[in-house]
């Protein structure tokens, strides 16, 4: 049997800007968000899981939190939009750069899939997609619907500071005793999550930005950075599924992450979280979703110079 090439990583950041209709200079995918500072604290654990200094040292952070879409301008509020929060840890010589969202899935598991994905729904002449189109390639590739069904049977967070996140690739960390296990980080709001009004969702475009210089002028935002720990049998290649029983599963907590300011004029939204930058002691995830990140995150930020 011959098998297609995989889609180059350029060709998927078309298709995203294709099915966004947007600018050359908006991020491919999570185009509308708002950059803060903190500082990340270890905690006496995170050796256990990984040697990265990242990790496992005290170090300012810059992070990202986002809505998903090529459009800066869509609705922050919407319900069935993921959320996403990317943050860089560690100092020159040790950075790594995490991206998470607020659903444990992607939505394909192979970049051809990813492709075929995007293409349904770019817009036609009338300036919508074509509803059988997509109906079509979902019932053709039915684990392409995991994500849009988690999200659909959870209540949409009040604040991106009540909303967990997850990086859904499995990362091979080596601890300080040279074992290596794969693991799946989990970021986890320090205080409770409520559902978010339905008449705030309507009339508060802007509620999210509102909400985050609020609760920062008030205090601080925490996060408990979390490991989730693999096991022997866990799928590792495929990103639209989840490990068996992982809520469930043993995690431990790398350390905390503590959002102390919110920036004013957005000046590091032109810069790009690299899933590429990991420090030594956590390697890249095999699966191709992944890989495919790695280079497109490089040709966006590349288009959008």
């Known amino acids: 049997m011959i098998r297609s090439p995989a889609p180059k990583p350029a060709s998927i950041v078309g298709a995203m800007k294709a099915m966004a209709g947007a600018s050359p200079k908006d991020r491919a995918s999570f185009a509308k968000g708002h950059c803060v500072r903190g500082i990340y604290i270890p905690s006496d654990r995170a050796d256990e899981v990984t040697k990265s200094q990242s990790f496992t040292r005290p170090s300012r952070v810059l992070a990202r939190f986002s809505v998903d879409g090529g459009n800066p301008l869509v609705p922050d509020t919407d319900n069935f939009v993921l959320r996403g929060f990317s943050f860089t840890l560690g100092d020159i010589g040790h950075r790594s750069d995490i991206l998470t969202q607020s659903a444990p899935v992607h939505y394909a598991r192979t970049t051809a899939q990813m492709l075929a994905y995007l293409k349904a729904r770019i817009p036609g002449s009338d300036g919508r997609p074509d509803p059988e189109k997509i109906k079509a390639f979902s019932t ?45 980080f989990k970021v986890v709001p320090v205080g409770s999550q409520a559902a978010l009004a339905e008449d705030a969702v309507r009339t508060n ?41 992982e809520d469930r599963r043993e995690t431990v907590r790398l350390g905390t992450i503590v959002i102390t300011a919110i920036e004013a004029n957005e000046a590091p ?5 690299n899933p590429a930058d990991l420090a030594e002691g956590i390697g890249y995830p095999p699966d191709q979703i992944f890989a495919a990140r790695r280079a497109a995150y490089a040709i966006s930020l590349t288009r959008r110079r």
């Open 269 to 273: 939204d032109g810069s790009v979280f």
């Open 140 to 184: 053709a590739n039915p684990e392409t619907l995991h994500q849009a069904s988690y999200m659909a049977a959870h209540a949409l967070p009040a604040s991106f500071a009540d909303t967990t996140y997850w990086a859904v690739h499995a990362f091979p960390a080596t601890n300080r005793s040279g074992e290596t296990q794969f693991i799946k």
């Open 205 to 245: 475009g802007g509620l999210l930005r509102k909400d985050l210089e609020n609760r920062i002028a008030a205090r601080d935002i925490r996060f408990s950075l979390m490991a989730v720990l693999g096991r022997l049998g866990d799928p590792i290649l495929d990103v639209t599924i989840r490990w068996p029983d």
